[in-house]
């Protein structure tokens, strides 16, 4: 259990779930970008690899009062990961500017202990070699590595993207450490069509996500048990922010 | 314990102490110096084949020749991406009639600039899928802030000496690495070294050179 | 030179000294569903090293499973090796080499057993040595690998000598010498596994006390420590020398011949009375501070612990009580622990206890839903599991039989056998 | 000399010898590198890390998506958003956002195939297949026999496809059914001109009913651009919207207000509407046969007929009062084979709240000119009917066709079972499919051939159905055609030539190009990605509204099923798929518990409604209707409105790929047509279906 670092920069994510339909878009995106392998067979919620996964929420009524919303969820690049302590090898770490978490699956020798501490179900085990269909592997990206059987991955907040943004800060002689607002975002982030993700530095006040953080209405996952993610959901409605932690009957809803 | 002493006795009658002593430690030496003859000499041979470049390129001839500069060929391009090695295409631009006489010059011309075929290339500095390397902040910019790096000097940090014949590639048969690959640790020479957090953006997080 | 006695086992010559021993087509004959059965599962084995963990029941929500519930189990039944070589050579309780033998080959068979079973169950064996060359040291699990490859090369070392031992063997002046000398090093060997396995069976249980986003087995603790680090050394030194005690009166229950005499496994029982009692006391005070402790400031509540009748209350109780504070008292007081029945049946709880508690803290932890919005998950080992930890079985009842059948194990067998 | 104990020395110093070289450690490390880059694990193609984008237009997506597209190296990898599409303006569709994916797709069609004597298919080169497309063109040509139905929706090529209809001396060129259609019959019985489309990005207040405006109608991706952008995540929403379907869908998640209606109870909803509006005092003047109608129609008796408590309706009309810019849009779930009658209450509403030609409201377009000559109008082929038609040729009412011509559309698949498709390819005397993918149509046609995809050819989109104004955006090449596909649009403009037709250019992209120039727009710019919008309008004339036939719609009506039956309704999802295609690779993993349970599908029903007829969740059953059956298991959702039980369209694909193969059933299998009281169109309509336990 090592001590939280701090940086200066921490990329962040807000998802605004009065504004999330579920159509799956950004799951698509995710996987293309990302180089997963489609799975012809997806419909085993425990085996299907996603990096980021929309889930249903419900308020738990009977017809007609019944509300539905959709919650995405990516790899929280918690403050305070639970997954990078427990690794017995240092292939998953959180040690750069920005505060990703990272995971080098070539260090990975698949003992799934992180997947054990991670209480998102962020992290996906390769249960077998991934497979494309005949040719369709030429629609792999070049940025990100394809990961054999026996590794354990996750969300990386599209890094390759953040490492483009920088490259393209040098081509342009600007610095790379102060990227403007928009100069990096994730895959999910862009191709949202309701633009219900909102992506950038929460350190930065030049950044939107900088002020959308501190709406009232601004919740994380499983707060209490002090994992300090760096992915914020919005919602107007209470029933869907008190289903973003665990309350005892008599706990007010936080945001 | 009786039973014991009897039964080691017959050995003991068929050789004599020192015989025993010398033909006894024998193979066990011998083999030491089998298992260090195909250790060091056999083992890295068999590891590794040899091959050569389809088109036997030189540096000197484009640079001190040609007079070339190496951003003419390899540049970084405006969104920060590195162009690598020219497409036949882009070679054309010059090589669109034969230059000068050599051997190469016309395997290359015949072979690759008039079919319009690419170049299978051997690179010496390939890296795996699973590393992210750009060369972008690896400039001579960011280096000089405190070195005093020529240029030639900056690129033969990591690459081999291609100056004049393009050297014989070597690849690992089992993990298909080029010999010349840099290992993590030769990348930590600098991304490790304490003095360049402070200097440049460098540092030696994971994801500075994984994906 | 001896004599032929055709009277005698075809291997008589290698049997230990003035010991009686089927024949050797008896025993070979009952080593034929077992090895049948390791076949079994070294074909489960191949699969899961050839075509990757896809063959398991595995999945993303029960990354572990039957296999590390397995190996914490077997790991701390084995505890009984380190323990009973603690008092045997650092505390000098000399009655112990009675049972020492093979408490040392119970322990290297779970350790190394848990060693084959740990290659199976990570994605790349091949990397396994990354645990040694990039080791995390704030991983709990690296001190589990460190100590566990560590312990098991010193029950090596303990186990050799023994080995060397055998009849023939020992005929070898080089043999003899080194298995003399091991002996007389062997409460280095000892005071160095006692060490090395406190800490392993310490981490163990500190490799789930130290998922602090897992509510189900969070615990707080002194230092690095969890509680559960301290919670698995006093369970499995409460439980270890038992099975030890277990796997004796098996063997004894097998080949029909006294191994070892009952003051010998009285005193063991009595040990783990003590031992049990003190970790049931730590256990129980340990679940109260979790009900109203943990749990609240997780915004959680101890009916959401159970669901459904696989992961029901009769869990929790089965483990604290029936094979809990019911073993502890039966086997500290005297009167009962004096009762081979009810001795017997106090082991057997008592190491039931503990597998329990190894497999709840494994598989319940991983059912159980974090997320408000998730719901739990059951898990069914499938064949693959299963064949490989019966391969493991298999193998364990080979070298046992093995052991029993060729080397001197049991100092008292020819006292207690004499006609 | 060596003798066994010599040997073991040796091994013994070979093993201490080997410990001082690398072998070990060389050969562990080089080992593991082995596992990092394992030989049957796909190589990442780098390149020389060249980066290029194709700004171009989704054909897969029908909300006209933009896309660009980005390549490395030449090749194809992503599809991104385009930021500078006036439509989509950055947002992409799950669908979109697969297309070069689905290139790849094990579905897709490699070369022409022929059927042979026995049923089975044997691949043709192109020549040949050429060749026996030109004899039956020749043929029907003769007999005017030629029938064609398009799965475009509106581009150029159905131009194409109708001038080709017209010069071969038929007028049998359709449509695959949708949206399009309905509307503008709707349109045409209020005596309307011009084509209508819905200025959704300009409204505040947007009715949807059965409508999915957030997640399959009409474009859909411009729709949820302008609602996201509306909604700012740190200020209020400048735009509300509240969705009246029987199932809490996406776009019901995305409503600030869910209104569960019953299904086919759309037209009391809006009579109700009409009623409280009327009651309200909005003026009758001019549409008295209207508000006479409606008068009857009190929250109460709308409430006995859709299942919606009488303050929510009261709520919906005081929130359409106080909307500065109201819009009511009505459509259906599957986008296909809609009744129009509820469409005429909606268009009328919307009148009756002065909404036409307004920022906001209804607009009506002018339609487009074709460029083809002979080609039908706009007008001309919205009013062909192709389930009529396909009815027609089952009923025997008339001959079947000598050459039947279908291009990208599969209605064995996305018609209702009781249409009469198959009957239809069985009696044609030569069918034909132009096709990206080997499915269920193509399989049951003489000869396919396979299509360049919309990434792969020139093509265009003009004004997709639903959206307000007038939009032009051209499709380009990203990629050569795959394997021996080709661009039908050239394959058919060299056939029609050399069985001299004159189409009047002598390649597709020409034909787009006169196009271009006839809108007045630069082709470089289009070539950039640039699109065409303008916002000009057609006056609106006086519209009568049709009383006779919209009480004739109402009656016989709203009879509550009876007992044990429940109505039947469908939700769609975009990801998964549309009537042309089918779930692309991606998608399969956004599959839930929603749409299959256990492989099959998931019959969706209230827990009260689960109660009510005894079932359990995860029960195998039988939907029945009739002869017609599909099986199922139940799950309990309680966005469902009572009485009913909600199916995902898209599923049960039998000849597509094996992301889609064995995934649930067909709800078209429940369907049929019947023809709609009023207006007399061939209607898609799904019978209350019994349980039966499986």
Sequence with gaps: MSATQEFRIKWGMVIDLDKCTGCGSCMVACQAENNVAPAEDGLNRRRALNWLLVYRLSNGKPFPDHDIAYLPRPCMQCGKPSCVSVCPVVATTKDEEGGIVSQVTPRCIGCRYCMASCPYHARYFNWHDPVWPAGMEKTLTPDVSVRPRGVVEKCTFCHHRLMAAKDRAYAEGRDPEKLPDGAYVTSCTEACPNGAISFGDVNNPEHKVHELIKSPYAFRLLERLGTDPQVWYVSRREWVRRLGDNYLNNEPTKG | MEDRQESTAPQKEVCSRFKCRLCGVAPFFVGIVVALVFGWWLFPTLMFNSQEQPVQFTHDTHVNVAGLDCNYCHKIRPDGTFSAIPTTKECAVCHQVLLGESRAERVFWDEYVRPGKEVAWLIYQKQPDNVFFSHAPHSLENCNNCHEFSKTELCLFCHVNVKDKAPTYHENRLSGYSKDTMKMWQCERCHANPNHLAGTAANNACFVCHK | MEGKNYNLPADAAFFPEGVERCSLLRFVLHLVPIVLLGLWGGYAAFRVLASGLGVTALDDYFGFGLWIAFDLGVIALGAGAFFSGALRYLLNIDKLKNIINLAVIVGFLCYSGAMLILVLDIGQPLRAWFGYWHPNVHSMLTEVIFCITCYCLVLIIEYVPLMLENRQVVKNRFAHALAHNFHLIMPLFAGIGAFLSTFHQGSLGGMYGVLFARPYVFRDGFFIWPWTFFLYILSAVGCGPMFTVLVATFMEKITGRKLVSWDVKLLMGKICGVMFSIYMVFKLIDTVAWIFGILPDAGMTFNQMFYGWIYGRWLLFAELIVCGVLPAYLLLRARYRERPALFYISGLLACTGVVINRYVMTVQTLAMPVLPFDRWETYAPNWAEWGASAMVFAYAWIVVALSYRYLPIFPQERELNKK | ?694
């Design chain 4, 1 to 694: 000399m060596l003798d066994r104990r010599g040997f073991l020395k040796f091994v013994g110093g070979a093993a201490v010898g080997t410990l001082a070289t690398p072998v070990v450690w060389k050969g562990l490390d080089d080992l593991s590198i082995w596992t990092q880059n394992w030989p049957w694990i796909p190589r990442l193609d780098k390149g020389n890390n060249l980066n290029t984008y194709i700004s171009t237009t989704s054909k897969l997506c029908p909300s006209a998506c933009g896309m660009r597209v980005r390549l490395v190296n030449g090749r194809p990898v992503r599809v991104l958003g385009d930021e500078s599409n006036p439509l989509s303006r950055g947002g992409v569709s799950a669908l979109a956002s697969a297309e070069v994916q689905l290139r790849y797709s094990p579905a897709r069609l490699k070369r022409p195939l022929r059927r042979t004597a026995d049923g089975t298919f044997v691949a043709i080169p192109w020549y040949e297949a050429e060749a026996l497309l030109r004899a039956e063109l020749v043929k029907a040509a003769r007999d005017g026999g030629l029938m064609c139905l398009s799965g475009d929706e509106n581009g150029t090529m159905n131009e194409l496809l109708s001038a080709l209809t017209v010069a071969m001396g038929s007028s049998d060129f359709y449509l695959m059914p949708g949206e399009a259609q309905t509307t503008a019959a709707a349109w045409k019985s209020l005596g309307g001109r011009g084509r209508v489309g819905y200025d959704f990005a300009r409204s505040d207040f947007v009715l949807a009913v059965g409508a999915g405006v957030l997640e399959n109608w009409g474009p859909v991706v411009g729709n949820r651009r302008a609602w996201g952008r509306a909604r700012p995540q740190d200020g209020e929403p400048a735009m509300r919207l509240a969705y009246a379907g029987p199932v809490q869908n996406n776009t019901a998640a995305g409503a600030d207000w869910w209104l569960p209606i019953r299904p086919g109870s759309e037209m009391a909803f809006l009579m109700g509407i009409a009623q409280l509006l009327f009651a309200q005092g909005c003026p009758s003047a001019g549409v008295e046969s209207f508000a006479e109608l409606a008068a009857v129609w009190t929250p109460e008796k709308v409430a006995r007929a859709t299942g919606l408590a009488p303050e929510r309706l009261q709520q919906v009309v005081e929130q359409l009062a106080a909307a500065r810019a109201p819009l009511i849009i009505v459509g259906t779930d599957l986008g296909q084979g809609g009744e129009a009658a509820p469409v005429i209450l909606g268009m009328a509403l919307n009148t009756l709240l002065g909404r036409v030609n307004q920022d906001g409201g209804l607009r009506i377009l002018p339609e487009p000119e074709p460029v083809f000559p002979r080609a039908m109008s706009y007008g001309d082929m919205m009013a062909q009917d192709f389930t009529a038609a396909v009815r027609a040729v089952a009923d025997k009412k008339r001959a079947a066709p000598s050459l039947l011509m279908i291009y990208e559309a599969n209605p064995v698949y996305a018609m209702p079972r009781g249409a009469g498709v198959e009957e239809l390819l069985g009696s044609a005397g030569f069918s034909v499919s132009f096709s990206c993918f080997l499915d269920e149509t193509a399989r049951r046609c003489d000869l396919i051939l396979p299509s360049a995809m919309g990434l792969e050819r020139f093509d265009d989109v003009n004004t997709p159905f639903g959206l307000g104004e007038i939009f032009y955006a051209l499709c380009q090449p990203v990629a050569e055609p795959l394997y021996e596909s080709r661009a039908a649009g050239d394959v058919l403009l060299d056939l029609a030539r050399l069985i001299g037709l004159d189409m009047g250019y002598a390649t597709f992209r020409e034909a787009l190009e006169a196009r271009a120039a006839s809108l007045g727009l630069d082709w470089a710019g289009l070539m950039k990605g640039e699109c065409a919008i303008s916002r000009a309008t057609l006056p609106l004339e006086s519209l009568i509204f049709p009383s006779g036939l919209i009480a004739e719609a109402l009656e016989g009506r709203f009879i509550q099923p009876e007992k044990g039956a429940l109505a039947v309704a469908t939700f769609t999802k975009l990801a998964f798929g549309t009537a042309d295609s089918a779930i692309p690779p991606f998608a399969t993993k956004l599959i839930t518990d929603a749409e299959l349970t256990a492989g099959e599908l998931s019959a969706s029903m209230n827990s009260a409604t689960i109660r009510e007829l005894g079932l359990r969740e995860g029960m195998k059953i039988r939907l029945v209707a009739g002869e017609m059956s599909l099986p199922a298991r139940v799950r309990a959702f309680e966005g469902v409105a009572m009485g009913t039980v909600a199916l995902a369209a898209g599923f049960g694909h039998t000849n597509f790929d094996a992301f889609n193969n064995g995934k649930g059933a067909n709800v078209m299998d429940l369907f049929t047509t019947v023809e709609e009281p009023g207006t007399g169109l061939a209607v898609w309509r799904c019978p209350d279906v019994k349980i039966v336990k499986a």
